[in-house]
């Protein structure tokens, strides 16, 4: 298969418009040109993340530039500025699509001492260089700070450069400059209320018309200006003439994108059939930048990944929807604790326990109570008897205390949920997790090249695990980076290695270790107590639970599913100066 990475640029030409947003431009840019005596106004193009905002804000831009010759564009990527800095670079912006001959008229036939020269003064100095530094410029933006005279004259001065500017040359009844301000919304409050000002403030004058792409609930009360007052609010209620909200794309359109998108990439075969393009459609939430990012991820795994070879490509697309929807699930799920196995199927007995232990008021039926004791065995608790209802609430409780932490609120995920049962309803889906399972490796790498820093030298640590070569790599990191490392399959070698003479400075286990959940625990533990071992220690393991973080903290260790994570925590530990920064045990050494 060959295959190419779908780039996440904005739509700029009807070539690339894969979800025929080139109509709704056409009808938005008219609507501009037709409504260019009405300014100034302000358009808000409404939509979340990933929705196309930016991709219609750019083919309105193009059928302005090429369809209407009395209109002139200027594109402000508001994210890239912060603060004041926003409103300044905006205004020149602005200033510096006018034209030069215009501005030193205007210039002219102003008093050379008045605030109004150096405004005039700053737009030429933008017009050679945009955003250039000179001291012209930030004296006049300095002053313009503070100076609320200053403020005014400004304002006065942007209308009478703009009235001029759209009644210039032969063009009737009036020309029309349309700014298009993108991602707003990505903005930090303070960037997002100084482009507001400038365009509420010192541009909205006749001759402009702006176009806002943002999500605007994130601008709302609710949102990224919660902290606003009334007046804010206010403020910001007036910024906005109207919107138009992207609708979400249909059926019939969100799927040929699908398609088109796997073509374009090379896994069109992976879609051969309807039933999976419908499923990324929906399971994407129909947004175009997600169904990309979905395709990118098939294409990589599929190239690089031979366990996908023998499985049928519907095995394949569910599940990496859930390896990039549901990132966190997917690694307890090829992590699989070896005293709970699969964590799909563990997760659908959990929903059926759930469903019959919560509802006390509904007799269940055989299949169902059966189901639930058979899940609470496996937990190592002991069913209810079934006409004690009073005491299914709490064993409920104590289940979801050795769960995975995730698993209450997956549960209320019926997209979750729905794909789950998909997935594990497939004929090969538990030999296709066992394969992934088998298949994935540690997740560090070992550097290579020069020789680097040794910063762990003299350290030693003890690694617990009864599949070590699942961490060989990460063992072999840190050997690299100067620590010792002894690597033990069972508390027997572990023993052996304490009660040499050897400091262990760092301890890492897993928790399980063949069908027993807590081996981790119970050995830590009667290390603890005998005083064989008291210093910090690690638990490394995909598995999270409230139960695994109650015990952990009753035994001053730490507990992380990412690998990340762990050399931050082991780098706390190792590097000098740093001893403290994890708990030890209760009996650490000074």
Known sequence: MDFAL??????????????????AARELAKLMHDSRTSTPFTLAVDAGWGMGKSSLMKLVEAELRHGYRDVETVWYNAWTATGADALEGLIKSVLARFDRRLLRRVLNGLDEHSVLV??????????????????????????????????????????DLAGQWARSAAHEPSRLLVV?????????????????????????????????????????????????????????????QTSYRIPVTGD????????????????QQLLA???????????????????????????LECSLNPVWERFDPEAVIRTLLLQHLYADFYRTLLAGDRSHGNAASEFLGYRVARRVLS?????????????????????????????????????????????????????????????????????????????????????????????????????????????????????????????QVAVAEGARQAERILGAPTRVDLLISDVARGMDGDAGFTTLRRWRDSGRYDGPAIFYTDRITPNREVRC????????????????????????????????????RA
């Open 252 to 267: 019939q359109h969100i799927e040929a994108y699908v398609r088109r998108c796997a073509e374009r990439s090379g896994v």
């Open 118 to 159: 150096r405004a005039v003064q700053t737009a030429l100095t933008v017009a050679a260089a945009p955003f250039g530094a000179a001291g012209t410029v930030d004296r006049f933006w300095r002053d313009l700070s503070v100076d609320a005279k200053a403020r005014n004259d400004m304002r006065e001065a942007l209308r």
């Open 273 to 299: 059939d309807d039933t999976l393009v419908r499923l990324i459609a929906e399971r994407s939430a129909r947004n175009p930048r997600r169904i990309k990012r979905l395709i990118n991820g098939f294409g």
């Open 359 to 483: 509802r006390p008021s509904v007799t269940p039926d055989g299949a169902a109570w059966q189901t639930t004791a058979n899940h609470l065995t496996e937990h190592g608790l002991a069913a209810p008897a079934l006409d004690d209802r009073e005491e299914w609430g709490a064993v409920l409780a104590r289940l979801e205390e050795y769960l995975p932490t995730g698993f209450p609120a997956l549960e209320r995920d019926q997209n979750f949920v729905t794909l789950v049962e998909e997935l594990m309803g497939m004929p090969d889906a538990t030999e296709l997790v066992e394969r992934l399972r088998r298949g994935v490796g540690p997740v560090a790498t070992v550097e290579s090249g020069e020789e680097s820093p040794r910063p762990y030298a003299g350290a030693f640590v003890l690694w617990v695990d009864d599949h070590p070569e699942n961490n060989a790599e990460d063992a072999a990191h840190l050997e690299f980076l100067g620590a």
């Open 180 to 240: 298009f301000v993108d991602d707003l919304d990505r903005c930090s409050e303070e960037t997002v209320l100084a482009v507001c000002e400038a365009v509420k403030v010192y541009l909205d004058v006749p001759g402009l018309a702006f176009v806002i792409g943002c999500d605007r609930s994130a601008l709302g009360p609710s949102g990224l200006l919660r902290d606003l007052g009334p007046a804010g609010s206010a403020f910001m209620e007036k910024i906005f």
């Open 553 to 588: 903290r009753e035994l001053g260790a730490e507990i992380t599913r990412s690998s990340e994570e762990l050399y931050e925590r082991v780098d706390a530990v190792l590097r000098p100066g740093r001893r403290t920064s994890l708990p030890a045990g209760p009996n650490a």
């Open 6 to 23: 779908l780039n996440d640029e904005p739509v700029t030409d009807e070539e690339s418009d894969l979800l025929g947003t080139g109509r």
